[in-house]
């Protein structure tokens, strides 16, 4: 990181409890430019009354460093509503910054980094949602979270990917229109009756895993627990112990007495949980999401000192995705 700002003694002793913590994941030679971004960002956002929330796939220094509250996409939408300040930092990706605006239209949510995307979200347009509707009249339309706000506003209601069965087993209905997740549709078609009429987005992340690369694991650590996000494809989801949402895959590590754990998602997830369960080997190899990526330090103190980066949303296309989020979270997890 290059960095103007300069690591003085006051800056070393307030984050030194901090790089304690975290220390297995930064290189001790880059604290000194790391650990000034953290006092800024915290200073200034408690100047300016701003909350950060950071998705379970934000780094380290991120998670640990300066988030308020993290969780995964649910826990992301479901704690954002329930914010005291005026002003939201998303460290995430666009369309959580979205939810959190839908949620609570009359904050401030910056997002560091608007090309912060989601293959899953680009799959599908309002266009796409409308004519699918137009084939299939009076199926209820659900729609994963990881899309665009004109998408939610085009649906009966969201889900995530912790409790997509939940939210489709209570519509009480034979069939569904499940967008856009063609793996995740899959895996949710496996736990419930209710037939599924599915889309072909794709997670770009979650996709390059294979079963081989798990098998091949298993040779190598006979005891090892295989623990997949839904959105990998079927066979890989089918060669793993458990599956979940990344909220839930973080609840299964704290409750195992595995030694040896293959988190099937994001990198910096195993990071995160490594620093919580220092005695668990974290197995590589992971896939790095390009878009939560684009969070960095140096990006959210200059959102936080300039609050250019907002978002904006279509007040009509706001009350139509809020009813489908809100229908959702009154589901559950
Ligand atoms: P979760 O809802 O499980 O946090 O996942 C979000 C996501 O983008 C996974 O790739
Ligand atoms: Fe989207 Fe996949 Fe990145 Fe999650 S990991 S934000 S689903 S591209």
């Given at each position: 990181m290059n960095s103007d700002l300069k690591f003085t003694s006051e800056i070393k002793?307030?984050?030194?409890?901090?790089?304690?913590?975290?220390?297995?994941t930064i290189p001790k030679i880059e604290w000194p430019t790391v650990a000034p971004y953290i006092y800024e960002i915290n200073k200034l956002k408690k100047e300016k009354g701003v909350t950060i929330l950071a998705h379970n796939y934000q780094t380290p220094e991120i998670y640990y460093g300066v988030?308020?509250?993290?969780?995964?996409?649910?826990?992301?939408?479901?704690?954002?509503?329930?914010?005291?300040?005026?002003?939201?930092?998303?460290c995430g990706v666009h369309f959580m910054a979205e939810t959190?605006?839908?949620?609570?239209?009359?904050?401030?949510?910056?997002l560091?980094?608007?090309?912060?995307?989601?293959?899953?979200?680009e799959s599908i347009t309002a266009d796409d949602v409308r004519k699918l509707k137009k084939d299939n009249p009076g199926i209820p339309v659900v729609t994963y979270v990881n899309t665009s706000a004109d998408v939610k506003a085009e649906t009966d209601i969201c889900c995530t990917s912790a409790n997509a069965v939940k939210i489709i087993e209570s519509l009480n209905v034979d069939?569904?229109?499940?967008?856009?997740?063609?793996?995740?549709?899959?895996?949710?078609?496996?736990?419930?009756?209710?037939?599924?009429?599915?889309?072909?987005?794709?997670?770009?992340?979650?996709e390059q895993f294979t079963d081989k690369e798990i098998i091949e694991l298993r040779k190598k650590y006979p005891n090892l627990k295989v623990v997949s996000h839904p959105e990998c494809p079927p066979d890989v989801i089918k060669a793993s112990d458990y599956t979940g949402s990344t909220g839930s895959?973080?609840?299964?590590?704290?409750?195992?007495?595995a030694k040896d754990?293959?988190?099937?998602?994001?990198?910096?997830?195993?990071d995160n949980i490594q620093i919580e369960n220092p005695n668990i080997n974290f197995v590589?190899?992971?896939?790095?999401?390009?878009?939560?990526k684009k969070i960095t330090l140096q990006g959210i103190l200059k959102s936080l000192k300039e609050e250019n980066n907002y978002i904006e949303i279509d007040k009509k296309i706001i009350q139509r995705a809020r009813g489908a989020i809100e229908r959702m979270i009154a589901v559950g997890r």
């Open positions: 002793n307030k984050t030194e409890k901090l790089y304690k913590k975290i220390e297995g988030a308020d509250i993290v969780g995964d996409s649910l826990g992301l939408a479901i704690d954002g509503d329930k914010v005291k300040t005026d002003k939201i930092l998303m959190a605006k839908i949620m609570s239209p009359e904050k401030k949510i910056l560091p980094d608007f090309s912060a995307g989601c293959s899953l979200a069939k569904v229109i499940f967008l856009p997740d063609e793996y995740l549709a899959k895996y949710v078609a496996s736990k419930t009756s209710v037939k599924i009429i599915s889309w072909n987005g794709k997670c770009e992340v979650h895959m973080i609840n299964y590590v704290k409750n195992t007495n754990i293959f988190l099937v998602t994001e990198c910096s997830m195993s590589k190899p992971c896939n790095l999401c390009p878009h939560m």
